[in-house]
């Protein structure tokens, strides 16, 4: 068929006809900047620290790298060169700040950054995202993404029926999931689901070991701070929740006398703590929670693709009996930032997000059959992220994702067995997921704290810290399905030899550092 | 310089070094699925509404399309091809789901896809958008981010200086600004800071022309709803916004007689309606808040790149007397979602939003100089939108993107013009940025609605709808640069057929489509 659509002249454009055509070149251009700033950096990260990167970037941005920017900034200071008067086109800006990005970068691709839930993405999710990106679907309505909202429909569907089971047992009732920025929004979608339930005086509690986004969460929508259970094991103890829920639900129900507030109250559980990648016993915390009968949200941002797994599933029994779930593919799912979910047993349980504007989702129009989409989100418009996660799901398959998330677990216990073997370390526990934490034997807080930040100053590694029983560890959170056995000895090494070196708790090297990161 | 790092096999992966090596083929393959869903489409969407389209991507998604998928689906019904039990690998995953995508795109490229606030992204912008999910920085803290962190700061600082001056008369005051998913979040934030400054009871007051946001943050954050105040005319009325201000704010302090409460209000005003396109009168506005002691917020999502314009700037005379701004350069700054801004005259207005997670910024890693990232977002894990805005702006320059933001609008006036010159239409008002409004003279909002919904389901145009003045309006929001006046008389055309072809106001044929897309 020959089509005979009028498109104008849109060289510049990403999308129409000549979109692919116009953005070959640049692309070209992308990625041997990518690849040039990959081997500039020539590690993990760059050297020098924040004062030697802000001085590399603040070169180009100015021009004064040789490669050429405008005259003078419009705007006048405050901007430099970021907003030049004149142009220098879209070859040599993209070449200059990407190659800067990429020389300037701690690459979670390199097995020796490995400090937080930061995931080198899968080149086909990377490539994917392009797509994205130029046919810049927007979510919120029908019109502007047609296909677009009918993959998301499909994949969250899918994704839900991964956490809940593809049979809920009742026709009527079908799991479902949004598509989120991360496990904070996630979280946050958990706790105002609580509050549209349950007013404004519902009561959160969650463990000492649940992530920050729960507090801020509480925050944003309102309400007040989480009730902390103490979790000195890392993990939840049922009884100890048992203790704080009877002792909340007495006090919420003391304005009503003789009439108890039930279930005034979310719990919410981890399914891989940030700090220790732990799992809370979610089959105790959702017993305590029905005994109570309270709602109880499970973040899983980072433990959840073990489900993936037929051998690691079994870890997350219990998460099914959750009323909501966070899931996180932008972590143990090799997702570009950003792939947050939020799952529900029951679509019906999102009706609190159900929203009208005119504009969007006018009742003639839904009535005629144009799907409403505005109660998916608290955004309006919103970016396709289901697309790489949809197209990352079909190229590896289920079993394909399983084999990354359980080497990534394998190659935590190889690190803890090696840190175990070594005599001036101190390993902290084995890993339930992929994360070890471990310390120099005998040695103080600062010395840890110093260790991370030369290491970080030298650009030699990019390690994590947790402060947990009382100690600061290194923490290290693999997320490299590739990394080698000669990876983690090297990782090892570098700390051994930090450790070394001294002189331990002094200042640290960062503000002053010793000179600019190679030119 | 010799790289030695030793970077294990990472063939799959989209950074590292060979990261770029990884990606070429399969961009190569993306591209070509652009190119050919395009070909496919052949017009601004597909045809045959939500039901073909439906159909369509499910076949896909099944393998019904002869691509080939794995077989079965390893979570049962509810997915169905979304999650095969074997992979089909990355090529043939992208090939697919890329080409139905794009073949079921509503592309905004296209000039006859002109409906809402949608923009063609530019080419630059997009291919830069591929460097951040291939590297992936993640913008919560400084060894997740450290160039990419560093770009963001410059960047902010000229888009701020943009709105504010970059001279604000006083050494230790310095515009800023937050990258954010869009201008829903930049008005909730806007709306939140205004929470934190005054409690709970602050009292929102915005015009009946404000965005749907502003109505969802009051209902987020826990606060009442906005008090509205009616604008007939389409925008604020100064004076019946000092009417409700003093009411609104005699009332709250009624429970602490002869003590007036003056500052417990936020005042939101729209530069830019996102169903007119209109502005409201600013420094009125500015006054009327000022007299009150009140702040002021400005939703300038749409609006807001007149700045660059110096020739239109003018027309946002008043701006900077704001509180707080909201800019969206996914909409008149051509970038794929998302490239939103909430921005303010001194940094020092974004302390309430800091935040502590001793794994993100202790305290002692701040001392130590390692930048404390958190407090610049909602989010924890963030994408780096800044990438593409500052490439973006490198390689147009302000006059680059002034001259676009400047040809939009004229192809709105030409339209406009058009309208104007044809009997059987009636043109609301002479557009002020690109949105024109028009209808069939002498026909009814149902006839409106169901030309709108016919062009949609027949896949000849995306088309907006307004109710503004008690009727309901055709929108278009041009958004194309590239836009000819040869496609502003098609899209014209198209309306008087489907006026022509009646019968105007019988059910739409959207869930019963005549038939599938083509193949």
């Known amino acids: 068929m020959l089509c005979v659509s009028a498109v104008a002249d849109s060289r510049l454009l990403a999308g129409g006809s000549q979109g692919a055509a116009a953005l070959r070149p640049l692309v070209a251009t992308v990625l041997d900047a990518l690849a040039d700033g990959a081997y500039d950096r020539c590690g993990p990260l760059p050297r020098g620290g924040p004062a030697a990167v802000a001085e590399r970037v603040g070169a180009v941005v100015r021009g004064a790298d040789g490669a050429g920017t405008g005259t003078g900034n419009g705007t006048g200071e405050g901007g430099g060169g970021v907003l030049p008067e004149e142009g220098v086109g879209a070859d040599a800006a993209l070449a200059a700040l990407v190659r800067v990005l990429a020389e300037g970068a701690a690459d979670p691709a390199d097995p020796l950054c490995a400090a937080h839930l930061h995931c080198p993405p899968l080149a086909v999710a990377a490539a994917a995202d392009l797509a994205a990106s130029a046919l810049n679907p927007s979510m919120d309505s029908w019109d502007q993404a047609p296909a677009a909202s009918e993959l998301e429909s499909l994949t969250c569907a899918a994704l839900a029926g991964l956490v809940y089971g593809a049979d809920t047992g009742r026709a009527e009732r079908r799991a479902d999931a949004l598509v989120t920025t991360g496990g904070t929004e996630s979280n946050q979608l958990g706790v105002l689901l609580a509050r549209e339930l349950h007013g404004p005086g519902v009561r959160l509690v969650c463990g000492e070991n649940a992530h920050h986004s729960v507090h801020r969460a509480a925050w944003l ?23 704080v829920l009877s002792g909340a639900l007495e006090s919420a129900s003391s304005g009503a006398p003789g009439q108890r507030d039930g279930g005034r109250a979310l719990v919410v559980a981890t399914a891989g703590t940030t700090d220790a990648g732990e799992i809370d016993p979610l089959p105790e915390v959702a017993d305590v929670a029905a005994r109570h009968g309270v709602r109880l949200h499970v973040d899983a941002a980072y433990g959840g693709p073990l489900l993936f797994s037929g051998a690691l599933r079994g870890r997350l029994a219990g998460l099914e009996r959750a009323d909501s779930v966070t899931l996180d593919l932008h972590k143990l799912g090799w997702q570009p930032v950003a792939a947050g979910l939020f799952v529900v047993p029951d679509a019906a349980a999102l009706r609190p997000l159900d929203h009208r504007a005119e504009y969007l989702n006018a009742d003639d129009d839904t009535e005629a059959g144009l799907p409403d989409l505005l109660g998916r989100s608290l955004r309006t418009t919103r970016r396709p992220d289901v697309l790489k996660v949809a197209v990352t799901l079909r190229a590896l398959g289920r079993r394909g994702v399983a084999e990354l998330v359980e080497r990534t677990c394998a190659a935590a216990r190889d690190l803890a067995g090696l840190v175990a073997a070594d005599p001036g370390l101190e ?3 084995e890993p339930v997921l992929s994360t070890v934490l471990f310390r120099p034997a005998g040695r103080g807080d600062a010395v840890v704290a110093e260790v991370r930040r030369r290491l970080l100053a030298e650009g030699r590694a990019v390690l994590g810290r947790a402060s947990l029983d009382g100690r600061l560890w290194l923490k290290v959170t693999l997320l490299n399905p590739h990394v080698q056995g000669s990876d983690l000895a090297a990782l090892l ?17 960062l503000p002053h550092a010793e000179g600019t990161v190679r030119p």
Chains 1, 2 share one sequence.
């Not at 929508?221 to 203790?243: N, Q, S, T």
């Not at 090494?493 to 090297?509: E, I, Q, T, Y």
Request: charged fraction near 15%.
């Open 427 to 429: 390993l902290r526990s």
């Open 221 to 243: 929508l309102g309400l007040a701070p989480p009730l902390v259970v103490p979790a000195p094991r890392g993990v939840l103890d049922p009884a100890a929740l048992d203790g």
């Open 493 to 509: 090494k570098l700390v051994n030899d930090a450790l070394a070196d001294g002189p331990a708790g002094s200042a640290s090297p």
